[in-house]
């Protein structure tokens, strides 16, 4: 069994689990009809747990942005764990617009269309349906392999866990929740939200990073040989992120984990300069490729402690002991 949908004009948010979060300060109900269809009444959450038994979805007409957002996650915005969970397969038989799959975990995508760059979360393989283009999650493909898929123009250690990206293709939220012990080498540069969510993947990027690159990281490494847009490191627990400058403020929000810079970067509370350690410099050696003495001059950022306030309290024999405020 599958649910098809025929459009009559392009759509937005089909088949993204976070359709209920707040988008530019309204919240989207994902019990409203989507708009524009020919002889059915779907619901957005209809395709989306259609999605979520295994099922399969097919669209014929074209959709438009935020497609397959974070499919195949249970999030725990709405109270799941945060993983990847049993996830089926969308046919769409029409255009994809850019940023398609963005945090995309797990599922297949066929694709009868043109598709928009940049992409998310995912890689194309050789296709076992015919006039149909066939894409995974990367994170899917690092964690459970390729079993008897085929990657286009990219190349997959399997022994190794390896991922190189090498197509050239503008991606955003590569390795996005990655939970495994595995790396993903972009030859080039990479688009919005690096390593989102990761927990154990390696990420290296020979090239510059957009946006949010490392942002929410919770435990994962990611490497930038160039620059990072704006918001770096926003809200991370944990984990590595390393790069040579910064566009804008980073660590905004960060709980943990540690941000390394070549050069000076502005902070964002609770993000604080902190010292350099021997590890920290051999970690940069490794992963930069840089020399003893230049490892010694990278930026070291981690969450400042809460300081605590103290008062001064005058005894009455003359000294003055500090007493901390509650």
Known sequence: MAIEIELSKDADYLCDYTFNFHWHNKSLDPDSLIPDQNGTKL????????????????????VAKNFAYSMGADLKHFGGNGEAEKTGRIFIQGDVGPEAGMGMVAGTLYIKGNIGYPIGNIVELESDVQDYRKF???TDVLCNG???????DNDFNEKQRTL???DGISRGTVAARCPCDAKVIIEGDAYNGTGILAKKATVIVNGNAG???????NGGTVVVHGDVGEFAGAYMKD????????????GAGMEGGSIYSKNKAKTSPPAAKSRMKGEDSSLIREMMDAGRVESMLYNKYEPEEEKQKYAEVHMRDGSIIMRRID
């Open 43 to 62: 619901t957005y959450r209809d395709l989306v747990n259609e999605i979520r038994t295994g099922g399969e979805v097919r669209i014929k007409g074209n």
């Open 239 to 250: 984990g590595k992120l390393i790069f040579l400058s910064a566009k804008g403020f980073i």
């Open 164 to 166: 190189i990206l090498k």
């Open 136 to 138: 995974r999650s990367i």
């Open 211 to 217: 946006m949010n690159t490392g942002s929410h990281l």
């Open 146 to 152: 390729l079993g008897e898929d085929k990657l286009i």
